[in-house]
């Protein structure tokens, strides 16, 4: 579930590199969102792996008729949450209500989906997710993306006016380290 459409489209081209070394097919990652024509949506019902929409589809194209989505919600294994930071006040009441009612159709069907959240930084990604959810997380904040090394440097630009004590400008001096 992405919070956007743009988002979702820029998601499933990444997606579609990614399931490249699987077996998953990359056909099999599928749009399913307003702008989805009619004369697609059965056959995204049967063929869809992978299926990304948005939590306003979900609650209005999907779970009303989840009859026609019922091996999805059979077999419906994870539920990706990206962009957790976004769904908080009337918003995210609204999407814990919409996942309130995915856990209980994907229950009548007899899965229980793991769902994985993912945000930019916020002070409280737990607890966020917990009452999104209405279910115990585990966090991990470790961020294992690749970065360059950081070095702070504290850094006291020269006296050059002892007797009035003010020193040669911070932006000057910066801007010479930076230069070296």
């Known amino acids: 579930l992405f919070p956007t459409k743009a988002l979702s489209q820029d998601q499933a081209s990444e997606l579609g590199n990614f399931v490249f070394h ?55 294994r994870w539920v990706v949450l990206d962009e957790l930071h976004t769904y908080r006040g009337v918003f995210g009441s609204h999407v814990a209500n919409v996942i309130r009612r995915l856990r209980r159709i994907c229950k009548f069907y007899g899965s229980d989906p793991l769902f994985i959240c993912s945000s ?10 917990e009452k999104l959810i209405d279910a115990p997380v585990t966090l991990v904040d470790d961020d294992g993306s690749p970065r360059a090394e950081k070095h702070f440097i504290l850094y006291n630009p020269p006296v050059i006016d002892p007797a009035l004590g003010m020193r040669r400008s911070y932006t000057l001096e910066s801007k010479e380290i930076a230069a070296q």
């Open 22 to 76: 699987t077996p998953i097919p990359p056909h099999a990652i599928r749009i399913y969102d307003g702008d989805t024509p009619q004369n697609q949506r059965a056959a995204i019902r049967r063929d869809a792996a992978i299926l990304i929409t948005n939590p306003d589809m979900l609650h209005a194209g999907i779970l009303p008729h989840h009859t026609l989505w019922a091996e999805l919600f059979s077999d419906l």
């Open 120 to 129: 930019a930084t916020i002070a409280n990604p737990r607890q966020l997710a």
